[in-house]
């Protein structure tokens, strides 16, 4: 046994000591975003573990226009209570983010990074918390810009606000 493993073990001891009992929430949600492609929906279906929130979503921005989106992440959060009912939250995510024109040519596939901050507000239970977060979109790999048939490129957004109801 290496020479450093019993004091790891007594201070992971010690700090789960102080530790309040385990909270385990789900977190079902609908919600609306704003992003700079325009406005959209979203659905999250996640667990808060203690300070560890673990979500999956799926984000749709319908814009008429070169920046419509849809989005399905996994993402996880840290959670930094500030009261009992308001926690601040931060943490990234990684996904697949598919832009342009949905429902039209022509679109474009991009993986991301979703790093994100937000607040989390309400009674620690399962209906009626409210998010509230910034999310970004990091490419992984070089952004491509296809061309409509009227030569206009359609761009990836790069930013989404969201206000998610959680039920």
Excluded: C, N
């Excluded at 977190?27 to 704003?34: C, E, R």
């Excluded at 929906?41 to 749709?60: E, F, H, I, N």
């Excluded at 920046?67 to 996994?74: C, D, E, H, Q, S």
């Amino acid at each position: 046994m290496p020479r450093f493993a019993v004091p790891v073990l007594l201070i992971a001891s010690a700090a789960r000591a102080e530790d309040p009992s385990m909270v385990v929430r789900p977190l079902v949600g609908i919600g609306v975003s704003a992003s700079d492609s325009g406005v959209g929906l979203g659905a999250q279906l996640g667990v808060r573990l203690s300070s560890l929130l673990l979500r999956g979503t799926l984000d749709y921005g319908p814009s008429t226009g070169p920046r419509g989106y849809g989005a399905a992440t996994l993402r996880g959060d840290w959670l930094f209570p500030v009261t009992e009912t308001t926690a601040v939250i931060a943490g990234m995510g990684v996904g697949s983010l598919t832009y342009g024109f949905i429902f039209d040519d022509p679109t474009a596939h991009l993986e991301v990074l979703t790093p994100e901050i937000g607040v989390l507000h309400g009674k620690d239970q399962w209906l009626g918390r409210v998010f509230a977060g910034l999310t970004g979109f990091v490419p992984l790999g070089p952004v491509a810009h296809p061309r409509d048939r009227f030569g206009k490129a359609v761009v990836p957004p790069h930013v989404m606000l969201t206000l998610l109801l959680s039920l």
